[in-house]
Nanobody, 123 residues
């Protein structure tokens, strides 16, 4: 079992930056691919970014490419989503998720989820 805890959300003005954290409780992210997703009320959960460190593969949604960066600490216990040049349309609840094996964009393929953290970007 992997328990995930997100933090770092908040209110920021357009053009600003935030860094989200996803901490693994009880084990490391070794052998896990980690994805970040976001969701607004009444909408489907949307893939934002994800990485498989073992495979060396990183995916970003086109809407965030060049503005968001996914990374992991050296202890492999925390994954970050650095968000820069934020736009009002980035407003959502952001979730991190983990799965064994390769990175995928489909949220249904993830076994473990955090509780979510709200990001609000004001114009």
């Amino acid at each position: 079992q992997v328990q995930l805890v997100e933090s770092g959300g908040g209110l920021v003005q357009a053009g600003g930056s935030l860094r989200l954290s996803c901490a693994a409780s009880g084990r490391t992210f070794n052998n896990y691919a980690v994805g970040w997703f976001r969701q607004n009320p009444g909408k489907e959960r949307e893939f934002v970014a994800g990485k498989s460190w073992s495979a060396g593969i990183t995916y970003y949604a086109d809407s965030v490419k060049g503005r968001f960066t996914i990374s992991r600490d050296s202890a492999k216990t925390t994954v970050y989503l650095q968000m820069s040049h934020l736009k009002p349309e980035d407003t959502a609840v952001y979730y991190c998720a983990a799965k064994l094996g390769d990175i995928r964009r489909n949220s249904l393929e993830y076994s473990y989820w955090g509780q979510g953290t709200q990001v609000t970007v004001s114009s």
